[in-house]
């Protein structure tokens, strides 16, 4: 009760923890911030520069183009902390951005975490997040918040199949009667469709591109499946003969062939989870689909090439960018009805 009441002069939220987006949920009020997940600090130490401020959307844009002095760092890898103390000034930055300077109370935070990591990986996230100024730490595993963010009936008792294909993970779960009955994680994901763009530019080419490049790539001309009207797609780099920049043109083709082996990695998790699922559940599926998440589905023909390897109905999700925030904007106000499945701070 004192909990709740507590929770009257907070700013409660929910946070999709991810490694190259972090997104904040406010109860009543949506999605109320959108950062890259990028912080810039002073070489050789851990001090955030601008007081503390170089974190997100400025950091980002120092990204491949610091000095010797500055480094601007992704704290998240493959979805979970690689870096202790720059993720906790990341989420300081952000809790302190939401609430508000002048709150004393702390807020009652939700994070979502991959469910492929272990209980040490956990510990660090709670433990970040307590620091940087949370009261109460609530843990759910991304493809649950993904599946209530996406208006699943994942409490019903019939089968809910969720891919939520993020920047450093892939989840694949299939969720029933509240829970996850069968889940697979896969560090395969969109970090590594720009990191194939890389090599390839390299490999055929002998260009040398930036991550920032790549993405864009990806976001412009990338496809998992053929599209109606093929296209091309101005590439600038450093010349890896000359060392020179250059600027060369790609066809939409030719990126579709680079991403072909980290989605075939995606379609293997799918169709692995679906081989481990219940008959009955399995039996479902038939009926209810697959449902697709996270920034992976914005990739043209995903939903197509998921569709032929597993013979089911596709579809992809409402804003699915937003889904996992928004799954756990729910779960802020079910908490009471959730509690006992959410990782906390307190055991309970």
Same mark, same amino acid.
């Given at each position: 009760?004192?909990?709740?009441?507590?929770?009257?002069?907070?700013?409660?939220?929910?946070?999709?923890?991810?490694?190259?987006?972090?997104?904040?949920?406010?109860?009543?009020?949506?999605?109320?911030?959108?950062?890259?997940?990028?912080?810039?600090?002073?070489?050789?130490?851990?001090?955030? %520069?601008?007081?503390?401020?170089?974190?997100?959307?400025?950091?980002?844009?120092?990204?491949?183009?610091?000095?010797?002095?500055? $480094?601007?760092?992704?704290?998240?890898k493959d979805g979970v902390i690689s870096?202790?103390?720059?993720?906790?000034?990341?989420? /300081? &930055?952000? +809790?302190? !951005?939401?609430?508000?300077?002048?709150?004393?109370?702390?807020?009652?935070?939700? +994070?979502?975490?991959?469910?492929?990591? $272990?209980?040490?990986? !956990?510990?660090?996230?709670?433990?970040?997040?307590?620091?940087?100024?949370?009261?109460?730490? &609530?843990?759910?595993?991304?493809?649950?918040?993904?599946?209530?963010?996406?208006?699943?009936?994942?409490?019903?008792?019939?089968?809910?199949?969720?891919?939520?294909?993020?920047?450093?993970?892939?989840?694949?779960?299939?969720?029933?009667?509240?829970?996850?009955?069968?889940?697979?994680?896969?560090?395969?994901?969109?970090?590594?469709?720009?990191?194939?763009?890389?090599?390839?530019? !390299?490999?055929? &080419?002998?260009?040398?591109?930036?991550?920032?490049?790549?993405?864009?790539?990806?976001?412009?001309?990338?496809?998992?499946?053929?599209?109606?009207?093929?296209? $091309?797609?101005?590439?600038?780099?450093?010349?890896?003969?000359?060392?020179?920049?250059? !600027? $060369?043109?790609?066809?939409?083709?030719?990126?579709?062939?680079?991403? /072909?082996?980290?989605?075939?990695?995606? %379609?293997?998790?799918?169709?692995?989870?679906?081989?481990?699922?219940?008959?009955?559940?399995?039996?479902?599926?038939?009926?209810?689909?697959?449902?697709?998440?996270?920034?992976?589905? %914005?990739?043209?023909?995903?939903?197509?090439?998921?569709?032929?390897?597993?013979?089911?109905?596709?579809?992809?999700?409402?804003?699915?960018?937003?889904?996992?925030?928004?799954?756990?904007?729910?779960?802020?106000?079910?908490?009471?009805l959730w509690k006992s499945v959410l990782?906390?701070?307190?055991?309970?």
């Amino acid at each position: 009760m004192f909990d709740k009441f507590l929770s009257w002069f907070s700013v409660d939220m929910g946070i999709d923890l991810g490694t190259c987006n972090t997104l904040v949920c406010v109860r009543g009020e949506g999605i109320v911030l959108d950062e890259p997940s990028v912080v810039a600090v002073k070489r050789n130490t851990n001090r955030v %520069l601008n007081n503390g401020n170089a974190v997100g959307f400025s950091a980002k844009e120092m990204l491949g183009k610091t000095p010797g002095s500055i $480094t601007a760092i992704r704290p998240l890898k493959d979805g979970v902390i690689s870096d202790f103390e720059i993720t906790e000034a990341m989420l /300081s &930055y952000f +809790i302190r !951005k939401v609430s508000g300077r002048g709150r004393v109370i702390g807020p009652r935070v939700v +994070i979502a975490v991959p469910s492929g990591i $272990t209980e040490v990986e !956990k510990r660090a996230v709670l433990d970040s997040a307590e620091r940087a100024g949370a009261r109460r730490v &609530y843990l759910v595993e991304e493809p649950m918040a993904a599946g209530i963010g996406a208006g699943l009936p994942i409490v019903e008792p019939t089968a809910s199949m969720v891919v939520d294909i993020g920047g450093g993970t892939t989840e694949v779960a299939i969720m029933s009667l509240g829970d996850i009955a069968t889940c697979e994680s896969v560090r395969k994901a969109g970090d590594d469709l720009d990191e194939a763009i890389i090599n390839y530019m !390299k490999k055929n &080419y002998s260009l040398t591109i930036g991550e920032q490049t790549a993405e864009r790539i990806k976001i412009e001309v990338g496809s998992a499946a053929p599209m109606k009207k093929e296209t $091309t797609i101005d590439v600038r780099g450093r010349d890896n003969i000359t060392g020179l920049p250059r !600027k $060369t043109t790609v066809t939409s083709e030719e990126i579709r062939e680079s991403l /072909s082996e980290p989605i075939q990695d995606i %379609l293997d998790v799918v169709t692995r989870t679906l081989e481990r699922a219940e008959p009955e559940l399995a039996a479902d599926l038939v009926d209810n689909g697959i449902c697709i998440a996270g920034g992976g589905a %914005l990739l043209r023909g995903i939903d197509v090439v998921i569709s032929n390897a597993t013979g089911l109905d596709v579809r992809i999700a409402e804003d699915p960018l937003t889904c996992v925030a928004r799954g756990t904007s729910i779960y802020l106000d079910n908490l009471e009805l959730w509690k006992s499945v959410l990782e906390s701070d307190m055991g309970d």
